[in-house]
């Protein structure tokens, strides 16, 4: 069986003023359909660069993207993206931003009527339809970051792709939203990749945990599996001995093996 | 069971008394309102009116002797009475209204500013986009801009050998700079994100420029408009009073040569104001466009 998503042999380096900076090298990896994979790694260690390139925002150097053993050279609504900072249109409101994301991708094969309903549907996936007539400065943080995954998974893609979706939440509203993003990859089974820095975040979403080791030249240290049941909930996996054990692991190779080093950078 | 019907009644009898209040306080509040709105109006109004009477007074005082080269106020009011007061006259081909006047130089600024607005987002857009072309053109224009609107008028004369067409192109070449620089600058200042969202929708080029680069960029094109169109009322004005016809430049030229010094005080103030509202006018435009788009 050939992999949904395989990244071969890629390597990604910047040239700048004649300048060339390594950031990524010989990363490989295959992704099962359906599969959420986390990217954990400290800071500056290219792991929003790798999210960049299966996206096809960037290119690779060398080594190729392969989704569907087609390669990935440019971006595409099959690979859409939840941004950190949630890139909604200001100028638009929360259905107009999902309906422009609609329009532009079922245009042709969808009647109006279907898009409406199809718009208002992952609305209601992330709990927002009751905002649909809001401008993003209107509503909250949280809320962004909802309109964000429901433009995303309105365009229907094989993989979504979260660059650190909640980074800028506080604690609560962070953890609505992974219980969010869980119930919507248990309900349609979409192959998600997230980039994330938080340990508990990667382990309480991943069935795999991808750790990268420090740049220049990053690549990826190990694969963690995270063997737990499905549905998960936070409460009880907070003594769950899978869970601490999954934890423990990362927070070793963070944090002993990969120690950030300030002053290298 | 008497007893209840008695409670009864006295509460029904309750909330009648709270309504009749209530009827009284929005009544107050509503003079209230009234109130604040005059005072609001008296602080915007009172100090310019003052100015303007202190102005007013200094200037009669100061051209009120016989040796005096300008008229004081008084005598404006007198001998250019039938301008002030009836601004929408029409007693043949070059004896009409100043309101006539300005709405034919108005004319001319709107097709003027028009194509400037046109073409200056268009080639701003360019410039904001693509490195190669603000490299190339950035210089072209920033040497350009410089030039003084009426240094434009004999090379347009040349050129279309009419007046009309001629001073068409001052107005356009005077207010299309700061449409471009504004609109480049709008453009580049687009966030990256924005750009990537449109490359995952795999936006086209004219997608791209009226649903995610126009609405973008408006804070800085209406900048741009609104420097743009206080540039071509300045430049209309020069250019009819050398290019001739009916416009209200014109008119001050005219009044110039038959020594009617009241006359063209008075198409001062007509184009003083009307310039004001075409500024507020744009801005108004642009407020009601941007609206929400500022916040982020």
């Known amino acids: ?265 | 069971m008497s007893i209840q019907t008695v409670e009864d009644t006295k509460v029904k009898a309750f909330p009648v008394k709270p309504a009749e209040v209530i009827a009284f306080t929005a009544k107050a509040r509503r003079r209230i309102d009234l109130l604040a709105i005059a005072g609001k109006l008296a602080t915007a109004l009172v100090p310019p009116a003052v100015v303007i009477i202190l102005l007013l007074v200094v200037w009669q005082v100061a051209c009120s002797s016989p040796t005096a080269s300008l008229p004081p106020p008084s005598q404006v009011w007198n001998e250019a009475y039938d301008l002030i007061a009836h601004p929408f006259f029409d007693n043949g081909p070059q004896d009409i209204g100043l309101a006539w006047r300005v709405l034919i130089s108005l004319q001319r600024v709107a097709i003027g500013f028009g194509m400037a607005a046109v073409v200056g987002v268009a080639l701003g857009a360019l410039v904001g986009q693509s490195v190669w072309a603000m490299r190339g053109l950035d210089p072209v224009f920033q040497i350009l801009r410089t030039v003084p609107p009426l240094a434009w008028l004999p090379l347009s004369l040349a050129a279309f050998r009419d007046s009309n067409p001629s001073a068409l192109f001052v107005i356009f070449i005077t207010s299309i700079w700061p449409v471009i620089i504004n609109t480049a600058v709008g453009v580049r200042n687009i966030p990256e994100d924005y750009r990537n969202v449109a490359r995952i929708l795999r936006l086209n080029q004219l997608e791209f420029f009226v649903k995610i680069m126009v609405p973008a960029a408006a804070p800085y094109i209406f900048t741009g408009l609104r420097i743009g169109i206080g540039l071509s009322w300045l430049a209309i004005v020069a250019a009819e009073m050398l290019t001739g016809g009916v416009g209200i430049g014109f008119f001050i030229w005219d009044a110039w040569n038959s020594s009617r010094l009241p006359d063209i005080i008075v198409a001062l103030a007509y184009i003083g104001v009307t310039g004001f509202c075409l500024d507020r006018l744009v801005a108004a435009a642009g407020a009601f466009v941007t609206r929400g788009t500022t916040a982020k």
């Open chain 1, 1 to 265: 069986m050939t992999a949904y998503l395989k990244l071969d042999h890629i390597d990604k380096s910047f040239a700048r003023g004649g300048q060339v900076s390594e950031v990524l090298k010989d990363i490989r990896l295959t992704i099962d359909r359906g599969e959420f994979v986390s990217i954990i790694g400290h800071s500056g260690c290219g792991k929003s660069t790798l999210l960049n390139l299966i996206a096809g925002l960037t290119r690779v150097s060398s080594g190729a993207v392969l989704l569907e053993d087609k390669e990935v050279d440019s971006p595409g609504p099959e690979r859409a993206v939840v941004f950190q900072n949630h890139s909604l249109l200001p100028w638009l409101t929360v259905y107009e931003n999902i309906n422009l994301a609609v329009s532009k991708v079922f245009g042709r094969t969808k009647s109006r009527a279907e898009r409406h309903e199809w718009i208002m549907r992952n609305l209601d996936l992330v709990q927002m339809a009751h905002a649909r007539d809001k401008r993003p400065a209107e509503i909250s943080g949280g809320m962004k970051q909802r309109v964000g995954i429901a433009r995303a998974l309105a365009m229907q893609p094989k993989i979504l792709l979260l660059d650190e979706p909640f980074g800028a939440l506080d604690a609560l509203t962070r953890a609505h939203l992974q219980d969010a993003v869980m119930d919507i990859h248990a309900r349609l089974g979409t192959t998600m990749i997230m980039i994330t820095h938080d340990v508990d975040e990667a382990v309480l979403l991943s069935d795999r945990i991808v750790m990268m080791t420090n740049g220049p030249a990053a690549t990826i240290g190990e694969v963690l599996s995270v063997p737990l049941a499905r549905p998960r909930r936070r409460i009880e996996l907070a003594s769950d001995r899978t869970f601490l054990r999954c934890r423990e692991a990362v927070l070793k190779f963070l944090y002993e093996r990969h120690r950030f080093v300030e002053a290298a950078e």
